[in-house]
T-cell receptor
Framework: GENVEQHPSTLSVQEGDSAVIKCTYS??????FPWYKQELGKRPQLIIDIRSNVGEKKDQRIAVTLNKTAKHFSLHITETQPEDSAVYFCAASPPRYSGGGADGLTFGKGTHLIIQP | EPEVTQTPSHQVTQMGQEVILRCVPI?????FYWYRQILGQKVEFLVSFYNNEISEKSEIFDDQFSVERPDGSNFTLKIRSTKLEDSAMYFC?????????????FGNGTRLTVT
């Protein structure tokens, strides 16, 4: 099955600086890579996702890059703000084939992002 | 915006008891999931459900677990004989039918405490 590694486990940056979180995956068939933000005691919330036919996607201060050859993808947050402090999870999923089947996401272990004022 | 809803928010039970965790997925979604998160750890896949049957399950989802869609709106997770190590946050999620991957929408979770 899929194995997702995520680094670092904790990342502390100064407010206004950029943060980068990296993930690798093992299953070359995986083609969907979402990132979730989880605040303490709350549910994971999707912040951005990318499919394998795209190398980069950006949404305001958040961007994700995907390198299919190396099987790694990264989350980039620019101009960090205190409200960005949370745990961030990457995930990977193989494709669903026609006829049904709902394959589960495999999550990384999470990165605790701390924004220092 | 439609949301996945879960009840109860917190469930305390004694070891060996049965618990049922309830979820109402988003109405036009076709895929349903249960995940769990032990405190301070990553989110772990338990089971996925499509077309009224289990599509995939993880090693965690052993014989003590079962899922059911008893009617057109509810999706339940039953743990038959709870163990201390079942204490965790259980998240229900749902997604649309998308061949190339679609976002999972998570509920707020049920915190299960087994004593």
């Amino acid at each position: 099955g899929e194995n997702v590694e995520q680094h670092p486990s904790t990342l502390s940056v100064q407010e206004g600086d950029s943060a980068v979180i990296k993930c690798t995956y093992s299953d070359s068939a995986s083609n969907y890579f979402p990132w979730y933000k989880q605040e303490l005691g709350k549910r994971p919330q999707l912040i951005i996702d990318i499919r394998s036919n795209v190398g980069e996607k950006k949404d305001q201060r958040i961007a994700v890059t995907l390198n299919k050859t190396a099987k790694h993808f990264s989350l980039h947050i620019t101009e960090t703000q205190p409200e960005d402090s949370a745990v961030y999870f990457c995930a990977a999923s193989p494709p669903r084939y026609s006829g049904g089947g709902a394959d589960g996401l495999t999550f990384g272990k999470g990165t605790h992002l701390i924004i220092q004022p | 915006e439609p949301e996945v809803t879960q009840t109860p928010s917190h469930q305390v039970t004694q070891m060996g008891q049965e618990v049922i965790l309830r979820c109402v997925p988003i109405s036009n979604h076709l895929y349903f999931y249960w995940y769990r998160q032990i405190l301070g750890q990553k989110v772990e896949f338990l089971v996925s459900f499509y077309n009224n049957e289990i599509s995939e399950k993880s090693e965690i989802f052993d014989d003590q677990f079962s899922v059911e869609r008893p009617d057109g709106s509810n999706f339940t997770l039953k743990i038959r004989s709870t163990k201390l190590e079942d204490s965790a946050m259980y998240f229900c999620a749902s997604s649309t039918q998308d061949r190339d991957g679609s976002p999972l929408h998570f509920g707020n979770g049920t915190r299960l405490t087994v004593t």
